[in-house]
């Protein structure tokens, strides 16, 4: 699944990297940071088919440890319903 992403750039000297995991310019290392929005996006993805699949709870409590990790639209989406719809 291709995601777009907006322009990011380095919080350290204002450098666009974009996706990069170091920074062109100044060097500041972003592979953690990297590596947690990954796995944000796995965790968001389990919790969506453990939504489909009717396991609510393993799906709040993935789509809550995606949220931990970095932004994750599709987790919080996950958890909105949740809420909306609680104990199926
Ligand atoms: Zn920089």
């Not at 060097?27 to 396991?55: K, W």
């Amino acid at each position: 699944m291709e995601v777009t992403e907006p322009a990011q750039r380095c919080p350290a000297c204002r450098a666009r990297i974009g996706v990069a995991e170091v920074c062109s310019r100044c060097g500041t290392d972003f592979s953690i940071v990297r590596r947690a929005e990954r796995q944000a996006q796995v965790l968001a993805g389990l919790a969506v088919q453990q939504l489909v699949l009717g396991q609510t709870e393993q799906a709040a409590a993935s789509a809550k440890a995606a949220s931990a990790l970095a932004d994750a639209p599709l987790a919080r989406a996950v958890s909105r319903l949740l809420i909306q719809f609680p104990h199926q």
